[in-house]
């Protein structure tokens, strides 16, 4: 009993940070109807400038974190203007296989500044785990939680009351009739861009803090695919809540069949449940049902 | 008076052999296909082979992709299928050769038509996540179902026979790869000539319209995942041949990102382009390899950075080709035949 309540919290507190990572992919998807791919590189992007201005530099950590999402928003405005925007109005292929370029060309680069080594953090939060009384929750995954939450958070009351926020809504809901009320669609993708960028590098940094920095931090960018499929490609709500339900899921999987297929059950079980997903009711928990016509 | 392609009948513009120039041309390939193998080395036959089992995964992969519209992000899982299959009949029920190729085929076009079945309520984004989750998850079957695959270890196996010749050197496996190629690829190209080949065509320019028309999507597009995945388990079997091994590391997901930016490059939906994609791709890591190796006189360190800078090259070729060329190589050997083909009174 007390193993299962253990992993259901430590599910629980990774899927906040699934949220978070899902978030970025939901604000870029809502906002252009672009499935970002290289979220992964991005991420991983993110925790090697966060650590090597640390390191390197020797900035505080407010400050490291700061610069870092600076640099991620000037590399989504810039991704956006070069590549995404030539390719508006292009078939679905041609948009994903971007992502999948940039995202290879990213990795690349990650891998030509920051050789491959395992790295980890500076300690950053106090080592101490959290004691719940039932569960222990061990320190890097409990601030990490924190971190992810308070971020999300933010990003959602920007979401929801800034003139900034309403006019992506609005750009999400209907592009032309936000276009004719004098918002700058160009403006908007370009925003939602460098929000999904800094969403990504939040995340990365928090996932660097807790298992390590290396370049292939990235792959979990793949598993949260199975969160926003989960809580449906279009739904901020639903990815916070897919965030929940996955990290849950994924760890009761590794609890309970990895003695039966032998390890590795936790990193694949996503996958899995992507695809039952997307043969019971592909448009996710809260995903806007599309109508064709013909 | 008559200039350049002019036609007649739709029968004309149909014909495989559109005038006694590319037949000519054809003749003439296939006699350099043929004596290829006595001029060059075992590097250059090497490459050769390499091409030719790229050329087979990447007809394959346009056939679903750029002729079917159903985007595929775990082409690699199919062709591994096919490798282990090759490797398993092969090894355990000592299947001959000749008989393990095609029944690889078979098995992998099982497996697709099994992930294919999403594709039915799903398409787009959704179908491309979909496959991309088959992709780690067969990856997975690979590691992890240990009696059949042997793990990370691999299995390793013996020179392929055909009848009493054993395929030992790349020269004559050379010959085994290119009369497949030319077998698949003639195949392919007749496809398309086909009711079958249509019906895809049809589905992805618009696929409610095709199915009002009267083409059953369930059939056509489960067809498609069938043909593309045969496809990508011959290429498999045959590459598994080759290597004489098979080990999960073979077939990543780079490896299906690989295969779509062949057929990217080289143009969606064109069987020559599926062609030029798969040469120019295989070539270009080729190039990049001899390349760092002639400068790692000049800057050591140079040749650990190989695999990331193949990354970065793959990736720049992908975004920069959507970007400035999205119908590829195919697109750009179009406009040099035009060009030639009215020379010089183009106007």
New interface residues.
Partial sequence: MDILLQIIVTGFVTGGVYGLIALGFVLIFKATGV?NLATGALMTLGAFVCLTFLTRLGAPFWAAFLLTLVVELLLGFTIERV?LR??IG?P???V???T??????????T??VWSPEHRSFPELFPPEPLDLGFAVVPSGLWWGFVFAAVATALFLLVFKFSRTGIAMRATASDQQAAQSTGISVRWVFALSWSFGCMAAAIGGIVIGNISGISIYLGDIG?KV??VI?LGG?DSIGGAILGGFIIGVLENLAGLYLDPV????VK??AP??I??LI??IR?YGLFGKKII?R? | MRCADFKTSYIADEAIFQSLFVKCALGVLFAALLIFPFMAGAYELYIANLIGFAVIGAVGLNIL?GFT?Q?SLGHAAFIGIGGYTAAILITRLHFPFWLALPCAGVVSAAAGVIIG??SL??K???L???T???Q??FE?LF??W?PLTKGIRGINLPAPQIFSITLDSERKFYFLTASLVVLLVAYARNLFRSRVGRAFVAIRD?D??AE?MGISLFRYKLTAFAVSSFYAGVCGALWVSFMRIVTPEHFPFHLS?QY??MI?VGG?GSVLGSIFGAIFMTLTPELLNVLSSALSQMLPGLQK?F??????V??????LF??FE?RGLAEIWRRIKTFFGLWPFSY
């Fill in positions: 499935l590549v030539q390719l292009e679905i292929i041609s994903i296989m971007v999948v370029g940039l995202s290879s060309i990213l990795h690349g680069l891998h030509i793949l695919l199975a499929i490609l297929f032998g390890g590795g990193d694949i996958f899995f992507i695809v997307l043969l592909p064709e013909v | 992709t519209g985007i079945i999403p309520r799903v787009g984004l959704y491309c996540v979909a991309l989750a088959a780690f998850i997975f590691i992890h240990e618009r409610l319209a009002i990102i779509l930016a990217i969606l950075l695999i990331p800078m193949k990354e970065v793959f990736g720049t070729l992908i975004v959507l970007v999205p």
